[in-house]
């Protein structure tokens, strides 16, 4: 689950969604210093196959946040975190309010650690929304947004800042929300292997060209400002890539 911004590919975030994939994260931002950036976090959807989905639990921390503190030095966002009130993934409020606590205590970590939240949400965009104002979170990266744009534009109003996948081309959803959204709060992004420009097909990170274009398309503005001005929102928003970005 690749997360980016800039056509140029100035940059590339890759960000973890369970404990598992911590230590290769970290290998290939290693690999490549200055141009691949860590974010740790534990998503609201947990269980690898063979083992079902499953929504998070406190427990699902227990071996992620020693790991994040050893690397904290190195990440530019606690993330993947959100809540996920896919039907098919959660039976009850109790379900919920486990989601809730995971991400609360990681919002708690990403403040003591002074880092933005890179935030999953799906069938939950208003409590994801309500719960981080709640937290007092600041920082916040709302990332493949499903919600209504009236909701998204609480988040604005927050400071948060909405990154837009490659899907955008074929999501009415999607469109109405670059339509409010003001380009000032976007960021771009691929979640490859997720969320690409055709459905069912493998979503790569050079997409991200195809998330630049569409915008500029729908907001009536030039691909180069899309693409200046959704750098700069990621560099206000991630500040550490600031100094830590190859010369
Ligand atoms: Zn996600």
Do not use: W
């Not at 604005?156 to 339509?179: C, D, M, N, T």
């Not at 690409?196 to 630049?212: F, H, L, M, W, Y």
């Amino acid at each position: 689950n690749l997360i980016l911004f800039q056509a140029g590919l100035l940059a590339l975030l890759a960000v973890a969604e369970n404990v598992g994939e911590f230590e290769k994260i970290i290998q290939l931002s290693q690999r490549f210093p200055g141009f691949i950036f860590p974010c740790l976090g534990v998503h609201p959807i947990q269980g690898t196959a063979p083992e079902p989905q499953r929504g998070a639990v406190l427990q699902d921390l227990d071996a992620a946040l020693p790991l994040i503190e050893k690397y904290k030095d190195h990440l530019v966002a606690i993330g993947e975190v959100g809540l996920d009130f896919t039907p098919r993934f959660v039976s009850g409020d109790a379900d919920k309010d486990s989601q809730r606590q995971v991400l609360i205590r990681q919002a708690e970590i990403a403040k003591q650690l002074d880092l933005p939240l890179n935030v999953h949400s799906r069938s939950a965009g208003r409590p994801t929304i309500h719960l981080l104002k709640e937290q007092g979170v600041e920082k916040a990266l709302l990332h493949a947004f499903d919600g209504k744009p009236s909701v998204a534009m609480d988040g604005v109003k927050a400071g948060y800042f909405f990154s837009i996948p490659p899907s955008i081309v074929r999501s009415e959803q999607k469109q109405k929300l670059v339509k409010q959204l003001p380009l000032e709060s976007m960021c771009l992004e691929t979640d490859s292997p997720a969320l690409g420009p055709e459905k069912q097909v493998r979503n790569e990170p050079k997409n991200i060209s195809v998330c630049a274009e569409y915008i500029s398309k729908i907001k009536g503005v030039p691909l180069e400002t899309v693409m200046e001005v959704t750098t700069q929102n990621a560099l206000r928003l991630f500040p550490r890539l600031k100094t830590l970005l190859r010369a």
